[in-house]
């Protein structure tokens, strides 16, 4: 890959510049004051949405890696918020983009990527977590629909959510792989219920979803039926890249840098202490490998291995970042909640709990590296313990 920054990428630069320049009265702290007016502005002037094409909501881009360099760059550097991630827009679009049909393109696409409905997304449950093809809820036909029977477990966002993309299983007598079909529904479906999970945040980021003959039409069927294991991996591709992406673990080590800069203890400013300035150098660098690597990837379309190693990386290096902060805090950093001495609303610590959930989330780090293992590094696969 060439990475020369020719004369027009660098008027490109220049123009991203003072995009962000003349609008930065339009975000604060690093979030928009209006985030849908926000999402709307960057995909007219093609720094959200970049690539998808214009009649499914997007800016209509040809794909240029260096291009989405210089915008991450560039919004890194100024603080300004990227556009709109999460379960929809960073997991379902893609998915539709390559095995929705046309109808399923046109309808669900736009409204995603201007922020107007928020997807939860239906795969775990109590029996089948790191083993997801075990899933038991099911869904029975009856006449144009489904009726679907089971539960959900650690579902993000159901509680907000307009829509879900869930897995259930329509064919019972076919092996559990061939077995599931990938739906789309409202959440305002009768026969649904969702229960909060508080976690150790004191938030309830997670939910159980409970369905009681809930009908679906086969119409909602993505990629066809019994193709519900192809279907979710395509998405879980795009989980990893999203749980692992390179431009917010960067955004988050800018942050880093910034408070050990302006905190100080006993006068003394805490990257000037060796150790900590140390411990920062350490995650920097592999910041700096994970960003090259997320370069690397970028061009290599047979790259789904690579995604699993980023997604491993980037979720245990964002919480290392998270503690690397609270460490630097010192007493500062067990504060949680409202208080006077408390820093950035108490994000540092937020993150450093939450991402232990993600460490497990779109598969555990042991999944991950059983998966990089056997199909990447061709190691003989665990031996399977045989019951008497």
């Known amino acids: ?61 040809e794909p240029n890696i260096l291009k989405s360099r210089i915008i991450a760059e560039e919004f890194i550097a100024a603080g300004a918020p990227p556009g ?6 960073s997991m379902l679009v893609p998915t539709l983009l390559e095995v929705g049909s046309e109808e399923q393109k046109r309808q669900w696409i736009p ?10 997304q239906g795969y775990s449950e109590p029996g089948a977590g790191s083993d ?30 307009q829509m879900m993309f869930c897995l259930v299983r329509t064919e019972p007598d076919k092996p559990k792989h061939e077995g599931i079909s990938y739906l789309l529904f409202p959440m305002s479906t009768p026969g649904i219920e969702v229960r909060p999970l508080k976690t150790m945040t ?14 679906v039409p086969k119409a909602s069927v993505v990629g066809g039926r019994g193709r519900g294991w192809f279907v979710a991996n395509a998405t879980l591709k795009h989980e990893r890249g999203m749980l692992g992406d390179p431009n917010a673990t960067e955004a988050r080590l800018k942050s880093l840098i910034e408070l050990m800069k302006s905190e100080t203890v006993d006068g003394q400013r805490i990257i000037d202490n060796p150790i900590l300035r140390d411990r920062l150098m350490q995650l920097q660098a592999r910041v700096l490998s994970m960003k090259f690597n997320g370069l ?12 699993l190693v980023v997604k491993l990386q980037g979720c245990e290096l964002n919480h290392q970042v998270a503690a690397l902060a609270i460490d630097a805090l010192g007493e500062l950093g067990i504060l949680y909640q ?33 998966i ?8 003989p696969r665990e031996p399977k313990v045989v019951e008497a």
Request: aromatic content about 10%.
């Open 1 to 61: 890959m060439d990475l020369t920054l020719t004369p027009e990428l660098a008027a490109f630069r220049d123009e991203v510049r003072s995009f962000l320049n003349a609008h930065k009265g339009e975000y604060e702290g690093g979030a928009p004051k209006d985030p849908k007016a926000w999402q709307k502005l960057l995909i007219a002037n093609g720094y959200a949405a970049r690539t998808i094409p214009k009649e499914y909501g997007g800016y209509g881009a």
């Open 84 to 89: 709109m991630a999460g379960q929809g827009i």
């Open 111 to 120: 409204p995603t990527l201007a922020g107007d409905i928020i997807w939860c």
């Open 132 to 161: 997801l093809a075990n899933l038991q809820t099911r869904a029975v036909e009856d006449g144009d629909d489904f009726v679907i029977n089971g539960s959900k477990i650690w579902t993000s966002t159901a509680a907000q959510a």
């Open 202 to 215: 004191g938030q309830a980021e997670f939910n159980e979803v409970f369905f009681t003959d809930v009908r």
């Open 296 to 307: 690397r990837t970028m061009t290599d379309q047979t790259a789904g291995l690579a995604r």
């Open 338 to 370: 409202d208080g006077p001495h408390l820093r950035a609303q108490g994000r540092w610590q937020w993150n450093y709990m939450f991402d232990l959930g993600l460490i497990i989330g779109g598969g555990t780090a042991q999944i991950q590296k059983n």
């Open 372 to 379: 990089i293992s056997e199909r990447g590094l061709n190691m």
